[in-house]
């Protein structure tokens, strides 16, 4: 969610940090801000502006310094604010927090959880708090347990703080040394190559350029970074070595070439990203999600799926794979509710988590949760190969969707089905509930959805068509069944995180409990009507809809016999895909979202209030 980085070296590192704030924008922010070492003492800017604007402002105040931290910030603990930005300097006892800075500096992902007790102590002993953060708090944490040596104040006071954290904290006293410490957040170290300087940030990405050299912070661990040399502690205080991995990531944000937002692109980047997520998959088998697959795929009975938003919805379309191919009993858990939440621990169950980012924070909770319960037979679908959640499940499927800059996710659901649909097969292959023709013919499916999505984004100037009418309505209704149920909820959530429509999505089957009280000729109503078994059931909830005067927007295969007519507008899908057919699907619902967007004048890959990769609960 938030942004880190943080550096030391013997040349200017501001434009090595403002570069990496720039390679992290797309995680989405309200604010953000830098900090370095300068003429004896602390000296930042902030902005709640873009990040382009910090650097207008670093330029115009000749911000430099050879030690510093930045940071981008979502706003959890406070209004988006300068004063809630960070870096957060420390004051001193008995300062005035609007006086001259004292000599901590800090930026911080995450959230304290008991931020209110530890500010009324800090506020006995005489700090005074400038900010509504419960950053500012570790600040002056740190800066009251201060006795000469950051890395022991840093040490003693992470032993105080409760919840989730990475910071990277310097002093003006110690000016070529920055400490940094995790947990349940991300943070990784970068150790570079020029004149003995290393780094620190909450991805590899915002160092792409800069060094190739990467460490990955456990939890708990504390890291003391200097010039030339660095050392981290685990959380019991003991020395310890973390390889050195090298890490080729993205060197910035991907040229939007003919495209008028990243998210538009992504959407059309679907054929390429499936087609690389299965490149090489020449026969179902466990192997490819690792060594030791297929031991843990036969001992199995049963999956446990944990994921959030889209990716959840990932999941629940998985279920109904899982279950009708597979035959294998399945649960389909919001991370966050599940980790909170008296369940029943089956050992012999997968457990499956689905990330974007593999490090949403209630994923990785869930799973650890899981893990705790004595269920540690668990996989990751996910697309950073170098993640958490990658490193912490025994076997793996790593999507090949390239970087997703647009907040609102698109190639990475698809890709996520795809290999969910892989998963199913392996499963079923290694519980003998495959056979040979079954296996080819679903082989030959997957080659083809390439083409097919490719086929469908065709279908765009008609989608543009009801994009107009989208665009004056405050609220939309999505219906589905069965295996596109989990669909109509997916073009929901896209059609209200980026037009700010209020938008819902229900089982059809749903709708003569209640919804349909709804319905009226300003409620327009999607449905997603492929040519299955339910067909038939789906066009009598139709005309349910039809009755009360409303106005249907329908995603029909060809041969489903449903017309354009007054009050039925339709987009005829190019062919039927059976099990796969979500894949096909969902891409006009994300067409019609992003359309009614650029309509409505929202920021597309931005929207108000929401971040890219979640990092705090």
Known sequence: MCGIVGAVSTRNIVPILVQGLQRLEYRGYDSCGVAVYADGGLKRARSTDRVAELLAQVDQDHVTGTTGIAHTRWATHGAPAVRNAHPHFSHGPGKDASGKPGRIALVHNGIIENHDELRAGLRAKGYEFASQTDTEVICHLIDSLYDGDLFDAVKAAVGQLHGAYAIAVFCKDEPHRVVGARAGSPLILGVGALGGENF??????????????????????????????????????????????????????????????????????????????????????????????????????????LACGTSYYSGCTAKYWLEGIAKIPTQVEIASEYRYRESVPNPATLVVTISQSGETADTLAALRHAQGLGMTKTLTVCNVATSAMVRECRLAYITRAGVEIGVASTKAFTTQLAGLFLLTLALAQAKGRLTEAEEAAHLKAMRHLPAALSAVLALEPQVISWSEDFAGKENALFLGRGLHYPIALEGALKLKEITYIHAEAYAAGELKH?????????????????????????????????????????????DTRIESEDGIHVIRMPEHYGPLSPLLHVVPLQLLAYHTACARGTDVDKPRNLAKSVTVE
Do not use: C
């Open 200 to 305: 620190l940030a909450s991805d590899a990405m915002a160092l792409a350029g800069v060094t190739d050299q990467i460490v990955y912070l456990e939890e708990g661990d504390v890291v003391d970074v200097q010039l030339g040399k660095y050392w981290v502690v685990d959380k019991t205080h003991k020395p310890v070595t973390r390889p050195v991995r090298t890490v080729q990531a993205h060197s910035g944000a991907a040229e939007l070439g003919p495209y008028r937002h990243y998210m538009q692109k992504e959407i059309f980047e679907q054929p390429r990203a499936v087609a690389d997520t299965l490149e090489g998959v020449q026969a179902i088998v466990p192997e490819l999600f690792g060594d030791g697959a297929f031991r843990v795929f036969k001992e199995v009975d049963s999956v446990l799926i």
């Open 514 to 558: 209640g919804p349909l009280a709804l319905v009226t000729s300003e409620m327009p109503v999607v449905t997603v009507a492929p040519n299955d078994a339910l067909l038939e059931k789906l066009k009598s909830n139709m005309q349910e809809v039809r009755a009360r005067g409303g106005v249907l927007y329908v995603l029909a295969d060809a």
